[in-house]
């Protein structure tokens, strides 16, 4: 049998399910009926994540993806590092199938996806500088290098003049600037940029303003995985 094409999006999500709970499979007849996700709890017990999900996300593109809280955008995005696996379907990541992929693979996949959390990530007992020179660092730049870009990263996020300072003295927009910079960085075998970057909840603060002008791209708004109203946002970008 021959093997289906590579997707030449930078991030192709394949008719992706997710469900949550010891028994998935019995979820899944259901997805296929369109019954609900309360229909589905009730039914079989297994929370329902994501369901039927075809997306790419074209290399250059930033793709927002709109919907209620708790309508599966963030689990989308965990699911591009493989934090999450999908129940059904395939996702491809810069040309490689993560849904197969080894878990002692994982790791250097994840060397190449900036990732914004929500919670932002930081350590608390280094300034601003060394958060985003560590983030350089465990990827293996050299120091000479990590000098350079650190304060090239702080200064494309505006916080230039802020690198002594710790976290707890920066306010909340200030640390998520700080999270976005220390994403940046990218893979060590690369000058460039991540392949990609998730942001959650990012849209909020002026950091989608500033990703977008360092990124020209085509940006595009996407309906939630769970095809209920739009009242929250998350971001990906892709270089």
């Known amino acids: 049998m021959t093997a289906p094409p590579v997707p030449r999006a930078a991030i192709s999500f394949c008719d992706v399910d997710i469900v949550f709970g010891p028994r998935p499979q019995d979820a899944l007849a259901m997805i296929d009926q369109n019954m609900s996700r309360e229909q589905i709890l009730d039914a079989t017990g297994q929370v329902l994540g994501c369901a039927g999900v075809s997306l790419d996300v074209q290399r250059g ?7 209620l809280s708790g309508s599966g955008k963030s689990t989308l995005i965990r699911m591009s590092l493989r934090e999450e696996r999908a129940t059904k379907g395939t ?18 996949l994840r060397r190449t996806v900036g990732t914004v959390f929500q919670d932002f990530k930081l350590l608390p007992n280094k300034t601003v500088g060394e958060n985003v020179a560590f983030a350089l660092e465990v990827i293996g730049r050299p120091r000479s290098v990590v000098r350079r870009q650190v ?7 505006g916080l230039s003049t802020k690198s002594d300072r710790y976290p707890s003295h920066l306010s909340g927009g200030e640390q998520q600037r700080v999270s976005v ?18 942001m959650r909840w990012a849209s909020r ?11 020209p791209g085509r940006t595009r708004s996407v309906g939630n995985p769970m095809r209920e109203r739009r009242d929250s946002v998350e971001c990906v970008h892709t270089a």
Do not use: H
């Open 181 to 198: 910079g220390a994403s940046l960085p990218g893979p060590a075998s690369s000058n460039r940029r991540p392949r990609a970057l998730g």
């Open 205 to 215: 603060s002026i950091c989608v303003g500033r990703i977008r002008m360092s990124f």
């Open 151 to 157: 304060q090239q990263v702080l200064e494309l996020v």
């Open 61 to 67: 593109e930033i793709c927002v993806l709109m919907g």
């Open 91 to 108: 996702i491809w990541v810069a040309g490689k199938d993560i849904t197969k992929m080894p878990t002692w693979k994982v790791p250097y």
